[in-house]
């Protein structure tokens, strides 16, 4: 079964890949010698990335993606949670200190807890990495479910489980010294988890170095967190699209787009749903989002998607927003400048903010 849903998943990543340049499309011949390039990546994020751009040679991309790729690679290390790295402190370095020293970390590390912090606060707690003992159990149920061959044998954590291990999720419990540049874990049975912050952060970060290097137009797609630099040199914006939630086809295709496609101009769009990483428990689908109130899978939406000009903040909401009910949402979603989100609800209705039409393709 492991090996089905990589599978699934590498498949359905790479026909997203093609699906993404085909809606970047080709611009129409540029006023300045720029010409359309392409890459992907599959070493970073545990996902693919592919990168569409227009630079004035293919050695300036090639230039500016190997530097990109590099940023990329970095993040990756540094806010990994399950592995080691020779002469690198990350977010696993912490949690192995837990309850016994501060660790002193890289500023990416700092900036993007403090992000972390303060979403924890916009979303009322629903945006939590320091809920890290409670995913590690729904992970280590998910990856048993992956090495079954059978569906029948996989289970589920107890109520009593979840709740013991939700006694060490207190985010005033993760210090952090700024002038010292360390994060410490006062409870030594807690541990982070930045997996709803950390690939949305890094994509940030990533896309703003490389326009400081001078890249000026591209479309970045990290496992479909889009983040899109500039415009094509034809002053079009670049394309985005959301999957729909209730296509039951094992690969994303043009086909499983759902609505208009999404114009993007130094915009991110982020998807949080509930078909990505799941397993099943007699005949019941049991995913990756979990809400801090109950700590079971939410169930309030299939998908949530985030429109706004910062990747991290995207990614963040989209766990949030998927974690509330509607109306809190839409009223989180209003009260933020420049943030426009879609719900996908289990009766199978999108329900839009007041700006998203805004943005659609017409």
Known sequence: MK??????????????????SVLAGCAAKPQKELTRYSTIFYDVFDTVTQVIAYCESEEEF??????????????????????????VVNVKTINDNAGKAPVQVDDRILSMLELAQKMYDTTNGKLNVAMGSVLNIWHN??????????EAD??????????AAAQHCDINNVVIDEQAKTVYLADPEM?????????????????????????TSALVSVGGNLRAIGKKPDGSQWTGGVENPWNASEVYTTDSLFGAAINMSDMALVTSGDYQRYFVVDGKRYHHLIDPDTLWPAAYFNSVTVLCPDSGMADCLTTGLFCMPLEEG???VESLDGVEAMWC??????????????????
């Not at 498949?11 to 997203?16: K, P, S």
């Not at 530097?67 to 002469?87: C, E, K, P, T």
Request: hydrophobic share 35%.
């Open 154 to 163: 996989n289970t589920l954590p107890t109520q009593e489980e979840l709740e």
């Open 345 to 362: 609800t289990p009766d199978q209705q999108a329900v839009a903010s007041s700006g998203w039409e805004s943005h659609t393709r017409k």
């Open 62 to 87: 090639t230039k500016q993606m190997e530097a990109l790729h590099a940023d990329l690679i970095s993040y990756n290390q540094l806010y990994d949670i399950y592995n080691d790295y020779d002469g």
């Open 3 to 20: 090996t089905t849903l990589f599978n699934r998943l590498t498949a359905g990543l790479l026909a997203a890949a093609l699906c993404l």
């Open 330 to 332: 839409q009223k989180l």
């Open 141 to 150: 149920y998910r990856e048993a479910a992956e090495s079954h061959q059978n």
């Open 191 to 215: 541990s982070l988890d930045v997996g709803s912050v950390g690939k949305g952060y890094a994509v940030e970060m990533v896309c703003q170095a490389a326009q400081a290097r001078g890249l």
